[in-house]
């Protein structure tokens, strides 16, 4: 469906992704997006009396870059703080501590009048095809909403047609503007998102598991879309996800995050292909594959257990409790993330290349 | 072990809704007709009717006093409904007590509606101490009896329909209010409210474009049931002589006048007792369809 | 090999505001003693529907069966009374809420010991005993302390052990899972699959998997039963079925699917959008995203039939399988 006369090159990456970590210095040119020690917390609250009792650290220090027309991939099970990052990036919650550098310019200390200047280059797609849309606008609303907040950028007299030209440019009938969400699928929901999303042209999409809801054929849409929509507007996404398949997919860049803490990062072809934190390495191994009949025989890495709670995160290594590999260190020692191994930055006492030598 | 909802996903998801609002359709659409069909006869008869059948206050006819209904009175008229002990013609008398009652019950959600919409969006958008403040309000009014507080306000400022109308509202606003907060505090947190916020809109865009256009139809629902207890509440307070004065006919005055006369001419209180109850009954039921249709989460109020 | 269960022909409609959904419309397959089937197919497919007939609990009154037969060893499942003591006891279902399928009153062992109390008439010690047997089966560590507590106090992933304990209580002969692994984490959703294929070598029973993931089900499914628009376009032993699709829906599913060490080409998925219900297009159901359709496709129905390729048990319900299957990469 996505027209795709062209398909050659399909969405080049960026020349030149910096190094996540150790920042800015190394490239020459100032990454879109800088997220240092970034900590969001939310309030704890007795269920009778509704006192605050403590607070639960969703996101606990994470630090990443994203270039122009980058894409990173934020992968992590539930409880992990990925979508925390992306509501504090985006100012739906407040952040703690660290600081958020958008374009050269601090979002934590931003006042309210530059953070809705700020806000155009900065926009989200949500999980949800069928919350995310007011039931009660019409698709021009929902997408002329952005203009007449930001009345500079479209001026009144050009929304109709502006409309037309976004829901063309997502595969939409532009000619259904003034249809309701209830009447699309969620596929075609979902592009409306995108639409409303692209409206006030954007730098960097934060897509919150974009195309989670969607079943497998039309993910595939929506996933090329977002390919294309890179491409042709030289967009940067922060593309969040538990489906690792589809965050190698999209992403230039992947950080695996576990209980608010970035745990490994690297590029997508050196952290897919030689992952070295053994939660990386389970997470590989536990994603279904379609054909596993076609890899070489390999025991699985099934871990134990659930995530525990990020109310009470276990010490040090949060990962621990659930490793096969933990031993007195991890609970004293905080394992710092840091090159090791000589290939990328991962947070792990124990790293090991599974690729290489050992094992 | 039967859990027939969480299986039911598989069906597109448009059409598991449709197939339960279609069962309430089928069921509360005779209730919602016959509600609509009996209200609209009142609302008629209490605007046109004062104009055909002339009812004048001060136009007292001993020699037709105490009537039984569809007597011929002294000028050749026939007094449908009979007269009362000044030789009223209780009919007239009764179109011009639809049109208080009418009026009254309107007045009363207009402001009461307002009053708790505002508060009960503020508290459920805001939450916090806001919250806490208004709803702890809110369970000191649902404490506080409201004949004490008619009476209060009766002796302060005398009997007169607008005061009726404030004591009305003023026991009122909470349910508006209950209704308006539930609506804020599901709406507030929504994804497409979300949305909203990372476009840049401001609070009060945010509340007149996403919150408030929720609340429309579970406040209309509750209107509708609220308009019957507000009717009855007026006539009772009327009837005890804290409401409309005695020169305005409303229901409860003239139940009031016909108290005495009930072994000798049952009429005068009994007609328009049917007639609020009629009206009463015929509100609720209206209500309840249209809440069941519209908003089931309403029952328990 | 015989049939443990047979569906034949089923159809399942529901009355909508909008007119009849025919969620279900002729699916027929079998289900082999010890044998594991993955019923695959997108929101809308009728995969659940069909779980839900096969263990009457289609809700009501929206929805009935209006044709088709379902057997299970040989009896008719869909007959009042026949069915009775089947359902529960020799055929047991895990759903994907585990949280909503249990009952957050009673503590967790007591409602395992339920069970055998009330089909077994074991006592109230026998019944912990069991219970408690039950717990450590399915891999739920302290299983003697976490027999008392209730079910909010177990994780999601805890809950739906919890949830295959109770269903394998009486050691049903068919275990029919619906969607267990959807609201878990990657990494839970492996614990269970691996406990649920334990389970399955060791009881020797027959697994229905149903899900709409094609990944899921590839290591542990025997066989496939692929779903689109309420009628099964596809079945066969599930390699054959993933690596030579006969049918041009299997064909653009296997193309949607972004796969972990591929390289990032871009993905070709299906054309359009999932059909609805309540206007189905003529003919074949999937015609108006199909590369191959062709007037035949608008008007006639195709049935399930073997492809030109061994083995027979490979069938698809297209009109023009070769071109599907000679294009495959």
């Not at chain 1, 710092?336 to 991962?346: G, I, N, Q």
């Not at chain 2, 020699?63 to 409904?81: K, V």
């Not at chain 3, 609201?183 to 020797?204: F, H, K, P, S, Y």
């Not at chain 3, 709409?212 to 039963?225: F, K, N, S, Y």
């Amino acid at each position: 469906m996505p027209p795709n006369p062209t398909p050659t090159a399909p969405s080049a990456p960026v020349s030149s992704i910096s190094s996540l970590i150790p920042p800015a210095e190394s490239a020459g040119a100032a990454p879109l997006l800088s997220v240092r020690d970034l900590q969001t917390s939310f309030p704890l609250r007795s269920a009778l009396l509704r006192r605050v009792v403590g607070e639960i650290q969703a996101v606990a220090g994470v630090s990443f870059d994203i270039p122009a027309g980058g894409t990173l991939g934020l992968v992590g099970e539930s409880g992990s703080g990925k979508s925390t990052v992306a509501r504090t990036i985006i100012g739906l919650e407040k952040a703690r501590s660290g600081s958020i550098v958008f374009e050269g310019e601090e979002l934590t200390s931003l006042p309210k009048a530059s953070m809705r200047r700020v806000r155009r280059q900065l926009q989200m797609i949500f999980q949800d095809p069928y919350a995310s849309l007011n039931p009660r606008a019409t698709v021009e609303q929902i997408i002329s909403e952005a203009w007449e907040i930001h009345p500079d950028v479209v001026p009144r007299n050009r929304h109709r047609a502006e409309v037309r030209d976004l829901l063309e440019r997502v595969g939409l009938n532009p000619d259904h503007a003034k249809r309701y969400p209830h009447q699309f699928s969620g596929g075609q929901r979902q592009r409306i998102g995108i639409a409303r999303a692209l409206a006030l042209r954007p730098k960097l999409v934060i897509c919150d598991e974009a195309v989670s809801a969607l079943d497998v054929s039309v993910q595939a849409q929506v996933l090329n879309l977002l390919a294309d929509l890179r491409r042709d507007l030289g967009l940067a996404y922060l593309f969040i996800a538990h489906d690792l398949s589809v965050v190698r997919h999209i992403s230039d860049q992947v950080a695996v995050m576990y209980l608010g803490r970035v745990v490994e990062t690297a590029t997508q072809d050196e952290l897919f292909q030689r992952p070295l934190h053994p939660y990386t390495q389970a997470l590989l191994s536990a994603v279904p594959d379609p054909k596993p009949w076609t890899k070489p025989e390999r025991e699985p890495i099934i871990i134990g257990g659930d995530v525990p709670s990020p109310a009470d995160p276990p010490s040090c290594c949060r990962f621990r409790t659930r490793c096969w590999k933990a031993e007195d260190i991890c609970a004293e020692q905080e394992p710092v993330l840091e090159t090791r191994l000589d290939r990328h930055p991962t947070a792990c006492h124990f790293a090991t290349d599974l690729a290489g030598a050992t094992r | 072990m039967t859990d027939v909802t969480s299986t039911e996903l598989d069906l597109t998801t448009a059409t598991a809704p449709l197939v339960k609002s279609k069962r309430r359709g089928r069921a509360g659409s005779a209730r919602i007709r016959f509600g609509f069909v009996v209200i609209t006869v009142y609302v008629v008869a209490a605007i046109f009717g004062p104009w055909l059948v002339r009812y004048n206050p001060v136009d007292t006819r001993t020699a037709d006093r105490l009537r039984p209904p569809f007597s011929r009175l002294s000028d050749g008229s026939y007094a449908i409904f009979g007269t009362d002990q000044v030789g009223q013609d209780l009919f007239a008398q009764m179109l011009q007590g639809a049109r208080i009652s009418i009026a009254v019950g309107l007045a009363t959600l207009v402001l009461a509606g307002t009053i708790g919409v505002t508060i009960g969006l503020s508290a459920g958008y805001f939450g916090g101490w806001l919250d806490g403040v208004l709803m702890r309000l809110a369970d000191i009014q649902l404490a506080f009896p409201s004949i004490l507080l008619a009476i209060f306000i009766a002796a302060l400022l005398g009997p007169s329909v607008v005061n009726v109308v404030i004591v009305l509202a003023v026991s009122n606003w909470v349910t508006f209010a209950r209704v308006a907060r539930g609506q804020a505090l599901a709406t507030r947190r929504r994804e497409f409210v979300d949305a909203s916020r990372t476009l840049g809109a401001g609070t009060w865009r945010l509340i007149s474009r996403s919150v408030l256009p929720a609340c429309v139809a579970p406040v209309l629902v509750v209107a509708t049931v609220e308009i019957g207890h507000v009717i009855l509440a007026e006539a009772s307070l009327s009837f005890l002589g804290l409401g409309t004065p005695a020169s305005t006919p409303s229901w409860g005055v003239t139940i009031a006048n016909g108290r005495n006369y009930l072994a000798d001419a049952w009429w005068i209180s009994t007609i328009p007792g049917i007639a609020l109850a009629f009206l009463v009954v015929s509100l609720g039921v209206l209500g309840d369809a249209l809440r069941d249709r519209y908003d089931p989460r309403l029952r328990s109020l | 090999m015989t049939a443990l269960m047979r569906v034949r022909e089923l159809r399942v409609e529901f009355d909508t505001s909008g007119g009849v959904v025919t969620a279900v419309d002729g699916a027929s397959f079998e289900v082999a003693a010890g044998e594991t089937v993955a019923l695959l197919g997108e929101s809308g497919s009728g995969k659940s529907v069909t779980a839900q007939a096969v263990m009457g609990i289609v809700p009501k009154p929206a929805g009935r069966i209006a044709g088709g037969s379902i057997t299970y060893d040989g009896r008719d499942l869909l007959t009042p009374g026949a069915a009775k003591g089947l359902r529960g006891r020799e055929i047991a279902m895990v759903f994907q809420d585990p949280l909503s399928s249990l009952n957050p009153v009673f503590r967790v062992g007591a409602q395992i010991g339920e069970m055998f109390r009330r089909h077994r008439g074991a006592s109230r010690r026998e019944a912990r005993a069991a219970a408690l047997e039950l717990m450590k089966r399915v891999g739920i560590p302290a299983a003697s302390k976490r027999l008392d507590d209730y079910p909010h106090q177990f994780s999601g992933g805890m809950r739906q052990r919890v949830m295959i304990a109770m269903a394998l209580a009486l050691s049903p002969r068919l275990l029919i899972a619906d969607e267990p692994t959807t609201a878990l984490d990657v990494t839970v959703q492996a614990q269970i699959m691996d406990l649920l294929a334990r389970l399955q070598a060791e009881e020797g029973m027959s697994l229905v998997l149903i899900t709409h993931d094609l990944g899921v089900v590839a290591d542990v499914a025997d066989r496939v039963v692929l779903m689109y628009a309420g009628r099964v376009v596809e079945t066969g032993p599930i390699r054959e079925v993933y690596e030579h699709s006969g049918h041009p829906y299997t064909a653009g599913l296997m193309g949607s699917v972004p796969v972990l060490d591929g390289a990032r080409d871009r993905l070709t998925p299906i054309q359009g959008s999932p059909p609805d219900l309540l206007s189905l297009p003529t003919g074949c159901s999937f015609h108006p995203r199909c590369h191959y359709a062709d007037p035949l496709c608008t008007t006639d129905q195709p049935n399930l039939r073997p492809l030109p390729t061994p083995p027979p048990q490979h069938q698809a319900a297209c009109h023009h399988p070769e071109g599907v299957l000679n294009h495959a990469p």
